[in-house]
């Protein structure tokens, strides 16, 4: 699935190709890697939103969305996001301000990457507990839902199990129309219901497990499973999964 803007309408078999760039770097240095990045011609470009670099709080990590505000400056074509966004220590409210501000600084340029989060350093930053997988998903979903009202409507007041808004206004409202586009990661049959419903990308690591213990034929038919599974969801959600 692929959102109306801000990509223009692809070629019938054209492949667009993007850069991951970790939040490693802020100022100067940071700048220079995305110039570089549109640069290089790619189409888009992404960035980590965690707190640290996978359990090693030594190595230099700056905040994504601050991040993509000087992506947003120093560049005119290429598109980005955070890949993805989750719920362990990001409220739909406030990232929904963020998002707002960087679509009208980035003149229509951003895709919201969200994702249910997983467990370890992130879940539990902000005092949490850590929650089940089942829980996780429930979180996820009430998280993809009201971002999408408070990315969609001028005031939108919500209340569920893990998250809530209180007459939030959203003025002037987001650059793009109806909203930034959204890439929700999402392997599971669970998830694929989310993307059929909120998701004009769909986001996927390939196939579950450790590559290296996959042959290649493995591979594929796991893709295609979940290709399946995502048709599937579309079909009853109304929705045409093809690109």
């Known amino acids: 699935m692929r959102p109306k803007v801000p990509w223009p309408e692809p070629l019938r078999g054209e492949v667009r190709l993007g850069v991951l760039i970790l939040p490693e770097q802020c100022g100067p240095g ?23 670099w996978r359990g ?20 005119s074509t290429i598109s980005f996001g955070p890949l993805v966004t989750t719920p362990n220590f990001r409220h739909p409210v406030t990232l929904a301000k963020q998002v707002m501000t960087l679509d009208h600084v980035s003149g229509g340029r951003l895709v919201l990457g969200l994702g249910a989060g997983a467990a370890g350093d992130d879940s539990l930053a902000v005092g949490g507990r850590e929650l089940s997988a089942a829980d996780r998903a429930c979180r996820f979903e009430e998280f993809t ?12 007041t919500y209340r569920g199990q893990y998250f809530a808004a209180a007459a939030v206004s959203m003025v002037p409202g987001c650059l793009q129309s109806p909203r930034p586009p959204l890439a929700i990661a999402a392997p599971g049959q669970r998830g694929m219901k989310l993307v059929a419903r909120y998701a004009d990308i ?23 499973r979940q290709l399946d599974q995502l048709a599937k969801a579309c079909a009853v959600a109304g929705r045409d999964s093809r690109p």
Request: glycine share 6%.
């Open 30 to 52: 940071g700048r220079a890697i995305w110039c570089l990045a549109e640069q290089a011609g790619f189409a888009h470009a992404w960035t980590f939103d965690h707190l640290r």
């Open 56 to 75: 090693r709080p030594e190595i230099p990590w700056f905040d994504a969305i601050v991040a993509l505000a000087e992506a947003a400056v120093v560049t």
């Open 145 to 156: 839902e009201l971002t999408d009202r408070l990315l969609r409507e001028r005031l939108t």
């Open 202 to 224: 769909w986001v996927s690591n390939g196939p579950a497990g450790d590559p290296g213990e996959l042959t290649e034929r493995q591979a594929y038919a796991d893709m295609a």
